[in-house]
């Protein structure tokens, strides 16, 4: 059953996606050669804690620690170790908390100094993919729109889009309804509506679409070894359009990075 939220439930999602943002944006400046996930992973709960916060995966479904880390050819849900990052690498980092009874959940893959040029495209084309499916995010629309739009956008750049892990209604849970994937048929599965609040969250792969698992349990890597990128943001139905709840500003602040991708995902009347 999808649980719409009221305005002012949305307001306080946007509390919890915007400590996210602000843990993102903490650790971007921290993601270095040499540095372990482990280490990041305690920097993250410390701050998530600081800011009146739980962190939203530890023990979830028994998840050991605060951050997913997933570098190179994993996709999701690596554990932390202390393996240290190294120049070249690429690392998936997501984030949940909850606050005020609502979870905020999301990710953004980072990279470790200089990056080789076919994996930097693969992050601008899934991150791009990200608001090309948020794009589709409003009334009247249906998950496969949604799915279908992210599809597209990354076959068309012959990328492989992973089929067994999913986006999410979010909320008082992690993991609501709907299921949203990242692929799919125009027109199809459950229609949006007013006060919906999703994470959407395109894992996409430089070669094929293909996954395994660790005997961990957790872990998921491509088949074939390749990189995979994952980004997330947590948006709203508010006035029939997509509202973004969480924000990359705090990372590109840190990264001095200019960008206005999400400035059409905000809607003036709203406070924040
Ligand atoms: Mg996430
Ligand atoms: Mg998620």
Redesign the pocket.
Known sequence: MIKTKTLEEIELMRESALIVSKTLGMLAKEVQPGVTTLQLDKLAEEFIRDHGAVPG?LGLYDFPNTL?MSPNAQV?HGIPNDTPLEEGDIISI???ALKNEFYG???YTFEVGEVDKATKELLKVTKESLYVGIREFKTGNRVGDVGYAIQNYCESHGYGVVRELVGHGLGRKMHEDPEMPNYGRRGRGKKFSEGMVV?I?PMINLGTHRIKQLRDGWTILTADGKPSA?F?HDVAIVNGKPELLSTFKYIYEALGIESDEEDEFRQKTLVS
């Open positions: 995966f997913c999701v997501d984030c949940g959940d999301h990710a994470a969250e994952h997330e």
